[in-house]
């Protein structure tokens, strides 16, 4: 189990969200998570669902797409150490865009209600993902441009 | 002074990213603000820029516009109550657009510095500028798709 722990924290380390947080606050993050496996072509999620998670990926590739009418075209590849699936626990809203396994995956999941537990007791958790929010809608609004 | 502090807690209470920051932690906000007025055609900051300030609009409309090439185009229109200038307090980059005056403008200006301060000590601040960049984000993919 301590293997573990370690070995999330070190992952969320790597990642930009959890970058910038310390390790006492990673141990509390890694703690409140739990493993999910997905084969490849399975869904994470799907887009308009109500969702109750957000994902680190440890392991595998995740695919991000959007559907719009008939079309559905592939927003993001994500890999190890990438975030997913925090915009609708934090605005509240369905799920923008579908998750699926490229490859089979393996993801740490945090449950909405512990994410805000910890946005509220660990500052700089909020500086991190306020930061990949950010650095998302810039690419977002070049690929509008 | 009491008036306008007043009146910029008012404003805030309005805005989607500090609605739900308690009265008194919008009163240290409110302190922290500086008052600042452009004429029409005026620009607030421009894209490339380093900047140190986030804006909330009190009166006037404010446009947003991103250029690439030589091509320039406008992202948003901005009216009472809505911030922009965040982005780049957040994540360290240039400017990603320009804001500029599209009629005469009051905004309340608040500096990066006392912005993290505040993001440190009032997490529900944080929650708010999340959720206001997670909705950003929503519009910029489905504008894409």
Redesign the interface.
């Given at each position: 189990m301590a293997v573990d722990i370690y070995r999330i924290i070190l992952l969320l380390k790597s990642s930009s969200v959890f970058s910038q947080v310390s390790t006492d606050d990673l141990r509390q993050v890694a703690l409140a998570m739990e493993e999910e496996r997905y084969l490849v072509g399975e869904h994470i999620f799907d887009q308009g669902q109500f969702g109750d998670h957000m994902y680190v990926l440890q392991a595998g590739r995740v695919g991000i797409s959007?559907r719009?009418g008939n079309?559905s075209?592939c927003?993001a590849e994500l890999g190890a150490g990438e975030c997913f699936g925090?915009?609708?626990l934090?605005?509240?809203?369905p799920r923008?865009?579908t998750a699926y396994a490229l490859e089979d995956v393996i993801v740490f999941a945090l449950e909405k209600q512990r994410l805000?537990q910890l946005?509220?007791?660990c500052?700089?958790l909020?500086?991190g993902?306020?930061?990949s929010?950010?650095?998302?809608?810039?690419d977002?609004?070049?690929?509008?441009?």
């Open positions: 959007l719009t079309r075209e927003l925090e915009m609708n934090l605005d509240d809203l923008s865009a805000r946005i509220l007791r500052p700089e909020s500086l993902i306020m930061r929010l950010s650095l998302r809608l810039r977002a609004n070049l690929r509008n441009a």
